[in-house]
């Protein structure tokens, strides 16, 4: 009886196959896939012929159904022409000396950048023996190592059986990180602790590998390969070494990102672990321990990337034909924003008019002398929603129309208590103030109890305010003390930016007392 029903599993198993009976993710890849169609049919047939691989099988639909922006991408930089002027960050002894060098080739092309060159989907190149070694070797970490015995198969899909981090080459890091912390198993104290597992294998990496800032004129994500050899990278390069190293490993792992800072230039990303009781500890793949680590900047939003779709992101619901800013226009990222600070609900009234084919309303902080987009809204009349916002920060509403940024309403502050506080320039009340430095990086008084500037002397300084735009308030040269502006509109959100200025300035409010508030 047992072998008539095992052969008819089988016969139904196969039937199934024969009649393409996939589920519609899958066969949608599937129709992409085009030549390669075999191959992604080769895995599908490999775990359908056992009965005792049905799980295996739905790991494989779920690698394959969430493949449609699965893919490798590579950057070149270049003018606003696009021609490739074959700028290689390493061939550079530092970060200064590299700058240097990027602003040389500025002097003589204008403005470059990373663009995008070649993007290469892994529906049209990946291997049946490829996805099968990384099915296996995922559930074979997951059964024997103690410390994944918490994770669930839902869990097991996004923290250790994706067989990619980023936009990176596929390479085959999973046996290599096998077979080279195989000794992990027999030093870990408390098997079941997937978080000592992670620090003893993210102690090793660090011993090896190491951040280098001059990738941050690098957009192309290094492979294995690349890494191994370069010994460093940056916070990409971090997060995804330590997933290659962890997951293989069978350690619960993903990454976490901030798009933009909300009080400082730049982003950043980093990893966590899944602890015993499924809760996300933050590490620095190569740098810093889980419990050791810490985010020393303001948190506007955290997004998590997930190898999945998520059916309610930005990319999914919002139109095909209407652009949205780039790092949240992603469908396979969630907001895990509560998971790290407290936050609050922010309803918005739209003040300006929409802009035509325009579905979106967007919530921005100040980055690099730009506003740039951190979170979406559908518009509702002339109102937006936007949950789980960080406090403390100054935000603007937006919309995002032919590539750029459109202020949408005043720029508010979203106080340490909840409350939204506009900052509506009130050019009826002029005021005079003294200004101390460009960044929160400053200490107003000094030992002698005099209060202490913090400028260059013969350098111009120009000041802003925003109404809709940054408007001048003119421009004044820094001598030995403070800088005094006079006809400063009350209530205004301000900018002071030096001369040939790299945008590293930080905007502020004036307080009662006179005193720089810094956002």
Known sequence: MRNLVFTLLIFFSYLSFAENNYPPDVEK????????????????????????????????????????????????????????????????PNYKKMVQAWDSLEAIYGPI?????????????????????NIDLSFRAWEKFPWAHHINFKQFCEYILPYRGTNEPLENWRSYFRKKYQWVADSVKDKSDPVE??????????????????????????????MLKNKMGRCEDMTNLAIYAMRAMGVPVTSDFTPYWAKTGNNH???????????????????????????????????RKTFARQKNSL???????????????????????RDYVKVADVHVKLKKEKPDSV???????????????????????????FSDMGLDIAYLPAYFKNGKIIPAGEPFILTKEG???????????????????????????????????YFVKGKKYELF??????????????????????????????????ENSRLDERIFTIDKQGNQVWW
């Not at 990319?315 to 924003?337: G, S």
């Not at 939204?420 to 000094?446: C, G, M, Q, W, Y």
């Open 419 to 453: 409350r939204e506080l506009p900052l509506a320039p009130d050019l009826k009340h002029l005021r005079k103030i003294k200004l101390f430095s460009t960044t929160r990086k400053v200490t107003r008084n000094a030992t002698d109890n005099i209060e202490k500037a």
């Open 269 to 303: 990303a980093w990893n966590t672990v899944i602890d015993k009781t499924g809760k996300p500890i933050i590490f620095m793949g190569g740098e810093a321990n889980p419990r050791k680590y810490k985010l020393s900047q303001a948190l506007a939003k955290v997004y």
């Open 465 to 498: 305010y925003w109404n809709y735009g940054w408007k001048s308030l003119g421009t004044k040269t820094a001598g030995a003390g403070a800088l005094v502006f006079t006809g400063v509109p009350s209530n205004a959100l301000l900018w002071l930016k030096v």
């Open 29 to 92: 890849v599937l129709e992409k896939a085009g030549k390669n169609r075999t191959e992604l049919e080769s895995v599908i047939r490999h775990y359908s012929k056992n009965p005792s691989d049905s799980l295996k099988l739905k790991a494989a639909y779920f690698l394959i159904g969430n493949m449609e922006e699965q893919f490798y991408s590579h950057y070149i930089i270049a003018d606003t022409n696009g021609k490739n002027l074959h700028f290689n960050v390493l061939n550079y």
């Open 359 to 385: 579905n979106f309303a967007y919530i921005c902080v100040f980055n690099t002398g730009e506003w740039k987009a951190i979170y979406w809204s559908r518009i509702d009349g002339n109102n937006a929603f």
């Open 113 to 133: 950048s990373n663009q995008r060159d070649t993007v290469i989907y892994d529906y049209n190149v990946i291997t049946a023996k490829y996805l099968i070694n």
């Open 197 to 226: 597992a992670c620090a003893i294998i993210n102690s090793d990496l660090h011993s090896w590998f190491k951040f280098d800032s001059r990738f941050y004129r690098q957009s192309t994500d290094q492979g294995l390969t690349e």
């Open 315 to 337: 990319a999914e619901i919002k139109p095909a034909w209407e652009k949205a800013p780039h790092y949240i226009n992603r469908n396979n990222i969630i907001d895990v924003t």
